[in-house]
């Protein structure tokens, strides 16, 4: 983390770490603690020698007295032995030193110098009294067995032995006391430390179990909001960067992740439930597809049967067909050679038609001339009509003279109309003939030129006919083609009318499968919306 | 076409199977017969048409017109004739009689019927006037008959109507009788010239 470096070091340190630094420092705690007590055990039993050899001195002070007593009376004892055991021992209370403490082994310990000022008066006191001690045993032992000032100085001596033991009995109270008064100000200390160390170790833990449980309980907080479904909370803020630092880190990567996830899935959700409609409704839309295809296969089976009927129909006419096309050859062939025949009878035809023709127009030349001739004959009349006009005329003008002459000229006249009547018949008779021949000629043109269209024509129909015979020929191999398709066509026929059933059947079965599929889509539908509502319950 | 083509030639081989179809002697006899059937008339016909005058029968645009024969001269066919300038219409021009030079009346415009077709055939009647004759152009000239002045209808005395100056009677049979007086007094014909008035 990038705070990481923010932190103090205690933060950045791992909870193990931490756990073991606490620990030493209890341990430290503990160590100093009884370092403490072993001092002060040490100290204690320091003491208790020091009172031991306090005490002591008393006890080797009578031991003196007595060996002293004893050598008086005879007995060799070395009494400068304890002599100079006392003195060791009080110079060692005094100053600190090494001394035997068991007379028995020789064991030897140190002593510390004297605690106090007191103490020391005191064994300095007790110093005085020792040698004033050892100057009155040695008195004593200088006086022989019967010397009065024995007795004297015997008093004197345990007088001085019973006041070195006073001063040595005080000592050791003394020393006592300072001991006991050091043990007590120890357990004090000893208390107060052990109370200082409590609280501290109170305090730290304390702190530390907060450190260690704060970002824990919120944690635990978090993980129950995101149990309720509440994935709006604020990522967790990351406190240090051990266990629990990772676990916050973790754990923020985990809500991240699952506020992604949550989104993801309800845009998967959401997706998941318009796939599930989009299915539902293409399923629907296929069903009745499928029905629909179900009738049309329907339809379409029906429609084949009856394509099937037709194409029975159609064979059995092109068989027919068939015949007939091969009679209609054979005719073909008959008409071809009839053609021949009549294009030949038109080339007779045409050239009895160019003969009458000619002759034709030869009559009409000779036509022509007779009107020629008929027309002088015409003029003729007609001056032979002016003469007898003129002649009446005249014999009008002779009168009576005249009138024989009129009679003359009237049946003159009269002949004359009559030869002009007869020139208006022939002219008439010629003129009906000229336009017979006229027409004669134009029909006889006509009839050339249709005699030749006529010719062209039966050319024209050979060729047809030839052509027809030709294409009767091909439609009788193509009828004969279309009996053999149309009898593939029905086998083909038959063969889709067994594909229609299997697709009928196969239709029947998408109809099923149609149907489980609406269902699943509805359940598919139903279970997304309730998926919905379940990620509903998770607040982004 | 065929059957048209064959009746055609049909007839055809008839004609040349029947040359005396219409022989010269058959035409010669039915000419005998007609001319036979004329004589054989009554003859008190021509005793009562005797009592009126003759006249020369004439086409006029297909109208029937008559002339007196006592006043004609001459008829021809008019062959060609010269159109004379500054004359009135009615005046066709004048043609050659012999070496003499004639005026020819136009008719049609007199009588304000149709013109002849420019190439058709015409005659010309000659009017005795005096010396010199008057020509009238006609279409075809008819034959002389004779008519009873009593049968006609004279339109100038029975006062219906009809254009009277050049009509001098209307036959029963519908033959317009001109009068040829009328005819030669008309202002074309009269020489006008101031220095030489005797010469008409």
Request: proline share 3%; glycine share 6%; with cysteine.
């Amino acid at each position: 983390m990038v705070k990481t470096a923010h932190r103090s070091w205690w933060k950045n340190l791992k909870l193990r770490r931490k756990f073991s630094t606490v620990s030493l420092g209890f341990t430290l705690v503990l160590a100093g603690l009884i370092a403490f007590n072993v001092m002060v055990l040490r100290s204690q039993s320091q003491n208790s020698v020091v009172t031991d050899m306090a005490g002591r001195q008393r006890m080797l002070s009578q031991k003196f007295a007595k060996e002293v007593l004893l050598l008086g009376n005879g007995v060799a004892v070395d009494h400068q032995a304890t002599l100079r055991l006392m003195r060791d021992s009080l110079a060692a209370l005094m100053e600190g030193g090494e001394v035997v403490i068991n007379l028995d082994t020789g064991a030897r310990a140190d002593l510390p110098p004297a605690p106090s000022q007191e103490i020391r008066a005191k064994l300095a006191e007790q110093a005085t009294l020792l040698r004033q001690y050892d100057a009155s045993a040695t008195g004593l032992l200088a006086l022989g067995a019967g010397d009065v000032r024995r007795a004297e100085k015997l008093k004197e001596m345990l007088v001085l032995q019973a006041q070195l033991s006073d001063t040595a009995e005080a000592a050791v109270k003394m020393l006592s006391f300072h001991a006991d008064s050091s043990i007590r100000a120890m357990i004090g200390l000893e208390i107060i430390v052990g109370l200082i160390c409590a609280l501290s170790g109170l305090v730290v833990s304390s702190l530390i179990g907060r450190q260690i449980a704060d970002p824990l309980a919120a944690c635990a907080e978090a993980a129950r909001k995101i149990a309720e479904g509440d994935l709006r909370i604020e990522p967790l803020e990351i406190s240090s960067s051990d266990e629990i630092g990772m676990l916050q880190e973790a754990f923020d990567e985990m809500l991240k992740s699952q506020r992604d996830i949550a989104l993801q899935t309800r845009s998967a959700c959401d997706a998941l439930t318009a796939a599930a409609a989009a299915i539902l409704s293409s399923a629907q839309e296929q069903a009745a597809g499928t029905k629909q295809q179900a009738a049309a296969v329907q339809e379409i089976t029906t429609t084949v049967e009856e394509i099937s009927l037709s194409g029975k129909q159609v064979a059995e006419r092109s068989r027919q067909v068939a015949g007939t096309a091969e009679a209609v050859a054979t005719s073909g062939n008959a008409g071809l050679h009839a053609v021949r025949d009549a294009s030949q009878g038109m080339e007779a035809i045409r050239e009895q038609t160019e003969t009458v023709a000619e002759n034709i127009i030869t009559l009409s030349e000779r036509t022509q001339a007779v009107g020629e001739i008929i027309a002088t004959v015409n003029e003729i009349a007609e001056q032979s009509n002016l003469v007898a006009l003129n002649a009446a005329i005249e014999a009008a003008d002779a009168r009576e003279q005249g009138r024989r002459f009129s009679v003359v000229a009237g049946e003159i006249k009269n002949l004359a109309d009559q030869a002009k009547e007869a020139t208006a018949q022939v002219r008439g008779i010629l003129e009906q003939t000229q336009k017979g021949i006229n027409t004669s000629v134009m029909l006889t043109e006509e009839a050339l030129k249709r005699v030749e269209l006529g010719r062209e024509k039966s050319t024209m129909s050979e060729h047809v006919i030839r052509q027809m015979a030709d294409n009767i020929q091909e439609s009788v191999h193509a009828f004969q083609q279309i009996v053999g398709a149309t009898n593939q066509q029905q086998i083909g026929l038959e063969q889709v009318t067994q594909a229609l059933h299997e697709i009928r059947q196969a239709s029947q079965q998408t109809a099923q499968t149609t149907a489980q599929l609406e269902k699943a889509s509805l359940d598919l539908s139903q279970l997304g919306q309730k998926l919905s509502r379940t990620l509903e319950k998770y607040r982004l | 076409m065929s059957r048209q083509a064959a009746t055609i030639l049909d007839r055809l081989h008839a004609l040349g199977e029947q040359p005396a179809g219409w022989s010269e002697a058959e035409f010669a006899e039915e000419l005998l017969k007609v001319r036979a059937r004329r004589l054989a008339a009554p003859r008190g016909l021509a005793d009562r048409v005797a009592a009126g005058f003759d006249v020369l029968g004439a086409r006029i645009a297909n109208e029937r017109y008559a002339l007196s024969l006592d006043s004609l001269s001459e008829v021809m066919v008019l062959a060609r004739w010269t159109p004379v300038p500054g004359q009135p219409q009615y005046l066709l021009g004048v043609t050659n009689l012999r070496g003499e030079i004639r005026p020819v009346l136009d008719l049609h415009s007199l009588l304000g019927l149709t013109p002849p077709a420019p190439e058709a055939r015409t005659w010309v009647i000659f009017l005795k006037a005096g010396g010199a004759e008057v020509g009238v152009r006609v279409d075809a000239l008819d034959r002389v008959v004779r008519l009873d002045p009593a049968g006609l209808t004279r339109p100038h005395e029975a006062g219906n109507g009809l254009p009277q100056r050049f009509i001098s009677g209307i036959a029963p049979d519908a033959l317009i009788l001109l009068d040829t007086a009328q005819l030669l007094a008309l202002d074309a014909l009269k020489d006008t010239r101031v220095e030489d008035p005797d010469e008409s």
